[in-house]
Structure formats: C-alpha cells, structure tokens
C-alpha cells in the first residue's frame, strides 16, 4: 500500500517550498543592467586589444604605475576607452599616491557602481554608465569635497586636452 501523505504535511511541504524561493531567488539587482552601447566579446577583443580588454571587460586591474595618466597633468577630460562617453574632468583628478589616475568626483551621469566581492573584499565597482566597462573602484577616503577617491585604471581612459 503506498504511503499517505495527509494534506496537512503536504501544504507544510509546499510552504516550505516557497519559502526557500523567495530566499534563493536571484534579486531583482543582480539582473545585467542594459547599456546603450553592447558587442560581443569577440568584437570587443579586436576593438580594445588584449591589455584594455582585460580591464574593461573582465574587471581586471593594471599594475599600479604603469599608466602614462598617473602624469598627465593638463586641463582637459578623461572618456571611457571603450565607448568615448566623457567621464572625468581634469578639475576632479588628484594625486592619490597609489600610482592610479584618481579623482574624487565623474562628470554627471558618466557612471553606475556596483558591488563587488572579488578578491574577499567588500569594494565598490565603478563602470562606465555607457558600456558597462570597467573603470575601477571608488572608495570613501578621497578629498574634499565630495570625501571619494575614484580609483581608475588608466587603460579604461583616453584624454582629451582641452
Ligand atoms: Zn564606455
């Protein structure tokens, strides 16, 4: 005779479904944003080249003073190497002393943020608003006025002199 399962042990078991549901769904947050400008990998590679590719698309960092940015020093603006959306103002950019381009404040609606918890740190991803590439971190012991310390990889800019 096969087991009989009672209606009461049933809904519990359906109850406790649900409730596993809605504590392992995929937040609403965790959905890729849509950005304007989109490739496929494949495409990005050839635009960008291995070295741009890797910062830009898979959230990679370049060595600490490597990038010829750490020096530039004249007014102009600083625009995502992915996409060419301006993003810093020279007005904004400071010398850090951690041998990446800094800055303490993007042009209005040059990025979005994101968590990120690579590498065991709890750290706030910068990514052009544009593109979605990578640009870096942004962490909250810059100057003032705004107290941020926009921390880029130099390969994720071009400049632009003014
Ligand atoms: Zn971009």
Same mark, same amino acid.
């Given at each position: ?14 109850? /406790? ?10 937040? $609403? &947050?965790? !959905?890729?944003?849509? =950005?304007?400008? *989109? ?29 010829? /940015? ?10 995502? $190497? &992915?996409? !060419?959306?301006?993003? =810093?103002?020279? *007005? ?71």
């Amino acid at each position: 005779m096969a087991p009989v399962l009672d209606r009461r042990t049933l809904l519990a078991g359906l109850g /406790l479904g649900g409730v596993a549901w809605v504590l392992f769904r995929p937040a $609403a &947050g965790d !959905a890729a944003p849509a =950005f304007a400008v *989109t490739h496929t990998q494949d495409q990005w590679r050839k635009l960008l080249g291995p070295a741009r590719y890797h910062i830009l698309r898979e959230a990679g960092t370049e060595r600490a003073y490597t990038s010829p /940015l750490n020096s530039e020093h004249r007014r102009g603006t600083f625009f995502c $190497a &992915g996409c !060419a959306l301006l993003l =810093f103002s020279s *007005t904004t950019k400071f010398d850090s002393g951690t041998g990446w381009p800094s800055f303490f404040k993007p042009l209005p609606n040059a990025v979005v943020t994101r968590s990120d918890r690579s590498l065991l740190m709890e750290r706030t991803g910068v990514l052009c608003r544009r593109c979605g590439g990578h640009l870096g971190h942004v962490f909250d012991d810059g100057p003032k006025p705004t107290g941020l310390r926009y921390c880029m990889n130099g390969l994720a800019l071009k400049f632009q002199p003014a």
